[in-house]
Structure formats: C-alpha cells, structure tokens
C-alpha cells in the first residue's frame, strides 16, 4: 500500500522567506509578520492542502470498490456468466462448468455440499449425435470468501462411438435462469479448438 504523506512544502517555504524577510541586520529590533504576511501564509497552508492527495482510509475505500466484481484470490467475478470446458480423450467426454454461486440461486457465503452440491451437475448438458453415451461420473466443488463464492461442476460420458458426437447441447439456462450467457470451449484429442458463446437462444456448440 502506497502511503500518501507530504509535508505543506509550499507552506514552509513561504514561512521561511517571510521570516528572512523581516530579519534584518542584527542590530535591527524583531518585528513580527505583518497582518498581510500571515494572510499570504495562510493561503499558502490551504493552498497545500487542497493539492494533497486523498488520505489512506479514502484510498482503502476506493480499493475496496474496485475489488468488488472479483472473486476468490482475486479471480474476476461477474454473475450471469460462466464458463464452459469440453474435453474429449479416448471414448470419454468431460464437461466443466466454472461459475458463481449466485448463477444457480445459491447464497455466496456459504458452499454446498454432498449430495446436495451433485444435483447442480444433473442434466446441465448432453451430448449430440447418433450414439450412445453414458455418464460415468459426476463431481462438484465449490469455493468462497465470505463475500464471493464461485463452484466448479464437472460431469463425464463414456460413448460407444465417441467419433460420432457431433456437438454439446446445454440445460443451464432453462435449469438455472441466473446464468445469462457462458464462454464455452471444446478441445479436441488433436488439437482442435472450437470456442462460442452460449446464450439461452443459442445452447448448442458443435465440434467441428
């Protein structure tokens, strides 16, 4: 924290050349500061004064309010939005989805757990195309700091032949209406890279 400490220079210097000003040789009797003088003094102290920069409690005011759209260790946080990962590696399929707790109507304060936290991974997604693909596992972490909390889903397919999905459908706009758009992405065993995003009027993204 930068700490924002500076002397009145202004101030001071006109107090020292007022000062010299009035000395004279030393045998000339002390006369103090002329009415005039401490005027000019004066606004030069509030002169200072209305250039000096705002005082810590401000500045931790201002940071505080520019950290309010971010999340856990400072990861940005935006409700409406999410994100959306797809891998694929052998005859397996992986869906992540990353988002706040206010997105699926939960309280930022306070993770769920157990089989009460797995709920929020059924039926958020499905697989497109002409075959066969069963879900294998289902997990679900969550994280907060007292003020922001975000969780992580993550569901896995195994498919019979996996080389005929064809894209991803979405459930999580019509299950959870607090997600208002998500940046989804699919990565393919080559390399492949497909990105989109995903809104409540467009909740399908294709592989190829």
Request: net charge negative; proline share 7%; with cysteine.
């Amino acid at each position: 924290m930068i700490s924002f400490r500076f002397w009145p220079v202004a101030a001071i210097s006109a107090a020292s050349l007022l000062t010299l000003g009035a000395c004279g040789p030393a045998s000339d009797p002390y006369e103090p500061p002329s009415q005039a003088q401490e005027s000019e003094l004066t606004q030069a102290a509030d002169a200072v004064d209305a250039d000096r920069p705002a005082a810590p409690e401000a500045v931790a005011e201002l940071e505080a309010a520019n950290d309010h759209d971010e999340g856990h260790a400072g990861e940005p946080h935006v409700h409406g939005g999410g994100d959306l990962a797809i891998t694929r590696e052998d005859d397996f399929l992986t869906v992540t989805l990353d988002a706040p707790l206010a997105n699926f109507g939960l309280s930022e304060t306070k993770v769920p757990e157990g089989k009460k936290a797995e709920k929020f991974a059924e039926g958020i997604v499905e697989p497109i195309g002409p075959t066969v693909c069963e879900e294998t596992e289902r997990s679900t972490t969550g994280r907060t700091d007292g003020t922001h909390g975000a969780m992580t889903v993550s569901v896995a397919w195994r498919c019979k032949k996996i080389d005929r999905v064809e894209g991803m459908r979405v459930h999580i706009f019509e299950r959870y209406p607090g997600f208002e758009h998500i940046d989804a992405i699919y990565l393919g065993p080559e390399g492949q890279q497909v990105a989109k995003e995903l809104t409540p009027s467009d909740t399908e993204i294709d592989f190829d």
